[in-house]
């Protein structure tokens, strides 16, 4: 079963304007976190924001914001004021528990967004 | 800053073959993971180790086995190549059990003909 879902495979969004990339999860640990990645054409992966499960706040970088829903299991990443060079693909990420104890960190399916100028 | 370094960029290999993916870190991570990336699957975990010669099946290990000899160095191996083997690997690695961010490699772009 899927346990991260992207169901936007593409957006696009007005230079300046926000946007919100959707993503849920399913895990029934309670100890979990979410991270969101961006891939841009060169390949790259590049870390944007992470959330912990017991974290109390949602947690933003510059840009960025996670919007995070626990009761709805979603973690959404919210990008402000969109630039050209936020073109790329978003991926959506979850570890499990501990990862020396049968925890994972997988991925969903990813979101290509396209800004407009 | 940390670097995960993959051995190749672009490699081809016939089907039948035996293929090494190599990847190293250089930042002393327990932790160090194989995906594969496809168009529209996003990526999937092939394996993954925790420790020194410890290794954990991900979700699509078939076909595919590992080795962590060192700290610092993850193989992935496909013991017998076949062209729907083709496709994006890539290598991440990360500090503590509880990961809160990986850094990845800069992939492996696998053709298997």
């Known amino acids: 079963a899927q346990k991260i879902t992207q169901t936007q495979p593409g957006m696009f969004v007005q230079e300046k304007e926000a946007v919100t990339l959707d993503c849920t999860y399913d895990?029934?640990?309670?100890?979990?976190?979410l991270f969101w990645y961006k891939q841009p054409s060169s390949g790259e992966m590049i870390f944007l924001i992470y959330q912990g499960s017991y974290d109390q706040q949602n947690a933003t970088e510059g840009r960025y914001s996670l919007n995070f829903q626990k009761a709805r299991k979603s973690a959404n990443l919210v990008i402000s004021a969109s630039q050209l060079g936020d073109s790329a693909m978003y991926f959506c990420?979850?570890?499990?528990?501990?990862?020396?104890?049968?925890?994972?960190?997988?991925f969903g399916q990813g979101t290509e967004l396209s800004v407009k100028p | 800053d940390v670097k995960v370094t993959q051995s190749s960029r672009y490699l081809v290999k016939r089907t039948g073959e035996k293929v090494f993916l190599e990847c190293v870190q250089d930042m002393d991570h327990e932790n160090m993971f194989w995906y594969r990336q496809d168009p529209g699957l996003g990526l999937r975990l092939i394996y993954f180790s925790y420790d020194v010669k410890m290794k954990e099946k991900g979700d699509i290990p078939e076909g595919y086995s590992v080795s962590r000899e060192k700290k610092e160095r993850f193989s992935l191996i496909l013991e017998s190549a076949s062209t729907n083997q083709t496709s994006m690997y890539l290598c991440a690695s990360s500090l503590s059990p509880r990961v809160t961010e990986a850094f990845f490699g800069q992939g492996t772009r696998l053709t298997v003909v």
């Open positions: 990420a979850m570890r499990e528990g501990r990862i020396n104890q049968g925890g994972k960190l997988i």
């Open positions: 895990t029934s640990d309670p100890s979990y976190g």
